[in-house]
């Protein structure tokens, strides 16, 4: 290896070193994040004073719902099926979802990005509305998120979608026609519209009770506190809304069916 | 040992080796950052002017579970460690190196390719690894056409 006289320590010297800093460094850094990251989940707390936005612009109707319509907290989501983000968000929000059950509404909104690197997701909420249209919101929109990595780049990504609409037993052809006819597209336009008007500019986004959730309180113990001051916030507090399917589109309230 | 063609100009360090050698490390440092930023996974939110990861979260970001970035980091450590000891004398070494960085150079191009035409995003750091890869390769080429 070596072919001087005087120096050739010395590169081999400085190799090493490099090699220590590197990998002590990397070493260190992962160290310090992990740390950090088990102390600021805690301490981002829900900012008080924020006030809610509101809107006139209602979102697709009946909106995609779980819980109760008649929930004191509602919280609502906009995100895009090709944001990792939020596919990395979905089980939060889903364990959030189900931890209250009936005493939140939640209110699933569509907001595809009109950015070239997602560029099939708004014809993946569309899919998404289509399987709403026969009942199926929620199967495909878990499909579709849980699954991202396989479709977000596949160029026979309609393919994977036919087999997840028959994976949750939908009617393909019907799914398929619905993905093309306007119902579908009319819903994911309405809540895009809605976004807008509540001043959303990426995704995911969240609302609890109108206040916008900064990203760094969208962590499932965040979530909870501010749920929980909503919940104290409202009259019988303590008691959980019955669960009341709004009318009109099987897509509310499905996945919690309470037993009572 | 040494040729001392492209190496041992006066002072016993050859420039070009040791350029190339500094810059490996640029590269090194870029994908440790990109390996750490993997691992404590901080992620951004997508918005229309950018900040999504759709590139460090594609499915191409990864090799057998682990980042794509540490084995960049590997790389541009053999490559430090080769162009160092190229500018310490060792010319077999050279050689080694400009095979390597040819290699790597030809993987960055296939990463740029696939960022702008499959994944449809740009990464900046993976953009400057490439750009380190590329232009260690160009030095190595560069340093035969120099001196013969």
């Given at each position: 290896m070596s072919n001087?006289?005087?120096?050739?320590?010395?590169?081999?010297?400085?190799?090493g070193l490099v090699l220590i800093v590197a990998v002590g460094g990397a070493w260190w850094f992962l160290?310090?994040?992990?740390?950090?990251?088990?102390?600021?989940?805690?301490?981002?707390?829900?900012?008080?004073?924020?006030?809610?936005?509101?809107?006139?612009?209602?979102?697709?109707?009946p909106p995609n719902m779980l819980g109760s319509a008649n929930a004191s907290v509602t919280v609502e989501e906009f995100a895009d099926f090709q944001c990792p983000t939020c596919g990395v968000m979905h089980p939060k929000v889903k364990e959030v979802v189900s931890t209250y059950g009936s005493r939140i509404k939640f209110i699933f909104r569509e907001y595809p990005l009109a950015i070239p690197a997602h560029d099939k997701a708004y014809e993946a909420?569309?899919?998404?509305?289509?399987?709403?249209?026969?009942?199926?919101?929620?199967?495909?929109?878990?499909?579709?998120f849980s699954n991202q990595q396989a479709w977000s780049a596949n160029?026979?990504?309609?393919?994977?979608?036919?087999?997840?609409?028959?994976?949750?037993?939908?009617?393909?052809?019907?799914?398929k026609n619905d993905m093309a006819g306007l119902n579908a597209k009319a819903r994911v336009d309405a809540d895009l519209?809605?976004?807008r008007a509540l001043n959303?500019?990426?995704?995911?986004?969240?609302?609890?009770?109108?206040?916008k959730l900064e990203f760094e309180q969208m962590t499932v113990e965040t979530m909870r506190q501010m749920i929980d001051a909503e919940l104290a916030k409202a009259p019988n507090a303590s008691q959980p809304a019955p669960s009341a399917p709004a009318a009109g589109n099987s897509n509310t309230a499905n996945v919690e069916p309470k037993k009572q | 040992m040494s040729d001392a063609e492209i190496v041992n100009e006066g002072n016993g360090i050859a420039k070009l080796p040791l350029a190339a050698a500094l810059l490996a490390l640029v590269g090194l440092f870029d994908s440790i950052y990109l390996t750490i930023h993997h691992y404590t996974g901080e992620n951004v939110p997508c918005s229309v002017t950018g900040g999504c990861e759709m590139v460090l979260t594609s499915a191409w970001s990864q090799i057998a579970g682990y980042p794509l970035s540490i084995f960049g980091a590997a790389a541009y450590f053999v490559a430090f460690s080769l162009a160092l000891l190229a500018a310490f004398g060792n010319r077999p070494l050279w050689k080694l190196f400009g095979l390597q960085t040819l290699v790597m150079a030809g993987f960055s191009f296939w990463l740029i390719?696939?960022?702008?035409?499959?994944?449809?995003?740009?990464?900046?750091?993976?953009l400057l690894s490439a750009a380190t890869s590329i232009t260690l390769c160009i030095i190595a080429l560069a340093s035969r056409f120099w001196r013969s």
């Open positions: 001087g006289k005087n120096n050739s320590k010395t590169p081999l010297i400085i190799i160290g310090q994040s992990n740390a950090g990251i088990k102390n600021t989940n805690k301490p981002t707390n829900a900012k008080a004073g924020q006030t809610p936005i509101v809107t006139n612009i209602q979102g697709a109707q909420a569309v899919a998404a509305e289509a399987a709403g249209l026969q009942g199926k919101f929620w199967d495909m929109q878990n499909l579709l160029p026979d990504y309609r393919k994977v979608w036919e087999e997840y609409a028959a994976k949750i037993g939908l009617d393909v052809d019907r799914w519209a809605r976004g959303v500019n990426s995704t995911p986004s969240i609302f609890i009770n109108g206040i | 390719y696939l960022q702008a035409f499959v994944i449809g995003a740009f990464c900046q750091f993976c």
